[in-house]
């Protein structure tokens, strides 16, 4: 690991990008137990400051899923929610796996303990939650103890360093169901091309949702691609052209609200699942005179589930 220190955190005049080589075996020793914590500490703070290329995440990406345990869901769809949790908007999956399920699609999402950098509700903690109340759970949930523990193993260390690393983009998209289409965020458009560089040939469309706390889901007037054999195809929703208030905010919604939400969704909210599930079928079924929101939404509101 040393060797991998050096090249990535010397300085602006000295750094080196790892080939993708040397990424595959810079992740494999980052998920064994032959590096010391200062050597992770070292390597990850110096990787993202120099900062990584798309070889190297595709060669880190590529050991990640090497040793993530997979547990085949058919038709199934991967929400890549950030492992740092949610503040701004309650979390929908669950209304969206319900009304998925009315149409064969399984929802498939992800969780482990917390990472920084934001202090938010995770999924982990509001299955939890859900499960305790007995709520009907009509989603795959994944734990990541389970599918990959060599990386939930790095948590406390990743809370010791308190600061993003090239981890938190690496992880969006386990792939533990081996599912063919997915939906993640990104922060800034400029992460569009990363994120499509990184993932596409993992999957056959996906959606990259902006401007959400890097969460998939539609929360208020947002930009999204879908990314499907090289294109990256861009659109731009407002709930409001579906008489859908924003149901962000600038406090954040606490897990007892968040599952007071799910428990008995507020017609606005549930109005937002829908609008949600629409977009996430349009990936998996495309139309073919081009994207069909609309009528997936009607759809949906009129089942009244």
């Not at 309650?90 to 303990?113: A, N």
């Not at 992460?191 to 499509?196: D, L, P, T």
């Not at 902006?210 to 929360?219: D, H």
């Not at 349009?282 to 081009?290: A, F, H, N």
């Amino acid at each position: 690991m040393r060797e991998f220190i050096k090249k990535v955190a010397t300085g602006p005049k000295g750094n080196e990008d790892l080939t993708l080589q040397e990424a595959e075996c810079m992740m494999r020793l980052l998920l064994s137990s032959d590096v010391s914590d200062v050597e992770m500490t070292a390597f990850l703070v110096g990787w993202r400051l120099k900062p990584e290329t798309i070889k190297e995440y595709r060669g880190a990406y590529n050991v990640i899923l090497e040793k993530t345990k997979k547990k085949n869901v058919q038709n199934s769809f991967e929400l890549g929610f950030p492992f740092d949790g949610k503040n701004d908007s309650p979390y929908l999956f669950p209304l969206i796996g319900k009304i998925l399920k009315t149409e064969g699609v399984h929802l498939v999402v992800t969780g482990d303990e917390r990472v920084p950098a934001k202090n938010g509700v995770t999924v982990k903690m509001l299955h939890q939650k859900l499960r305790e109340r007995e709520f009907k759970q009509d989603y795959e949930y994944f734990d990541r103890r389970d599918y990959l523990p060599q990386l939930s193993q790095l948590t406390g260390l990743r809370n010791l360093i308190g600061l993003r690393t090239a981890l938190n983009t690496l992880e969006k998209f386990s792939l533990v169901a081996e599912s063919k289409f997915a939906a993640t965020g990104v922060f800034h458009k400029p992460y569009v091309e990363k994120y499509a560089t990184i993932f596409e040939d993992r999957l056959k469309r996906f959606l990259l949702v902006s401007g959400n706390e890097g969460s998939p889901e539609i929360a208020k007037k947002s930009k999204y691609w879908i990314i499907s054999e090289g294109k990256r195809d861009e659109f731009l929703v407002d709930p409001l052209d579906f008489g859908i208030q924003p149901i962000n905010r600038n406090e954040m919604y606490s897990l007892e609200e968040q599952f007071a939400i799910i428990a008995d969704p507020p017609e606005n909210v549930w109005m937002m699942a829908c609008l949600n599930a629409a977009i996430y079928l349009e990936v998996i079924r495309p139309q073919t005179d081009g994207v069909n929101i609309k009528n997936n939404y009607d759809l949906f509101l009129g089942k009244k589930i």
